[in-house]
C-alpha cells in the first residue's frame, strides 16, 4: 500500500451502459487506473514529492511520476463526472451562463469540444476549464497532461485514449465522444466551476 489508492466509482459498474459498457470500466478503472495508482505509488518511495497532494505533483514532476500522477489526477476528474444516462442533458445555473457567454451556445459549446476530442492526434484529453478569472477555454492535451499545468482549473474532460472507447466503439472516437453527453454529471461539473 501506498499513499495513493485506486478511486472508488460513484455508481455501479454498469451504470453508464450503453455509452460505457460494463467491460470498458473493468478495463479502463480496474486495471489502467488501478496501474497507474500502483505505478506513482512505487515511484515515490523515498521522492521529496511523496508528500505533496495530487496536483502539486502533476504541476511539480516529470517523467515517469509525472505520467502515472497525471493520469490519476485526469481519470478521478473523468470517472467522477458521469451518471446515468439522460436524455436531454444539458447544464444549468452558472455554468450554463458562462457556457453561453464565451461559446454562444451550449450547442457551439458541444461542437467545439467535440472537435477538440475528435481532432487531437495520437492520445490524450479534451477539458473545459476555467482561468483565473472565470472564462471557459478548451484546451487539448496530450498524454497525461493536465490543465492545472497551465494554471487552470480543469471542469470536464472526455478522454481519448484509445482504451476509453475502443472495446465499445472500435475506431469511431467521434462517435464516442457524441455519446458521453448523454452521462455528464453537469451537477458535478458546476460544483468544479463554483468551488474557489
Known amino acids: 500500500m501506498g499513499k495513493f489508492e485506486l478511486m472508488a466509482l460513484p455508481y455501479a459498474i454498469n451504470a453508464l451502459e450503453p455509452v460505457i459498457s460494463k467491460q470498458t470500466l473493468e478495463f479502463h478503472h480496474g486495471k489502467h487506473l488501478a496501474g497507474y495508482v500502483n505505478n506513482l505509488n512505487g515511484l515515490l518511495e523515498g521522492s521529496l514529492l511523496a508528500a505533496l497532494p495530487l496536483e502539486e505533483i502533476v504541476c511539480k514532476s516529470s517523467g515517469g511520476i509525472l505520467n502515472n500522477a497525471g493520469q490519476i489526477l485526469n481519470h478521478e476528474l473523468y470517472f467522477g463526472q ?55 477555454v478548451i484546451t487539448q492535451e496530450s498524454n497525461a497532461a493536465n490543465p492545472v499545468q497551465k494554471g487552470l482549473k480543469p471542469l470536464l474532460t472526455f478522454d481519448v485514449w484509445e482504451h476509453a472507447y475502443y472495446l465499445d466503439y472500435q475506431n469511431r472516437r467521434p462517435d464516442h465522444l457524441a455519446a458521453l453527453w448523454g452521462i455528464v454529471d453537469w451537477d458535478v461539473i458546476e460544483q468544479r466551476y463554483q468551488s474557489k
Open 82 to 136: 458521469f451518471t446515468a444516462p439522460k436524455a436531454d442533458n444539458a447544464p444549468t445555473g452558472k455554468l450554463a451562463e458562462a457556457i453561453v457567454r464565451d461559446f454562444g451556445s451550449f450547442e457551439a459549446f458541444k461542437e467545439a469540444f467535440q472537435k477538440g476530442g475528435a481532432t487531437l492526434f495520437g492520445s490524450g484529453w479534451v477539458w473545459l476549464s476555467a482561468d483565473k478569472d472565470g472564462k471557459l
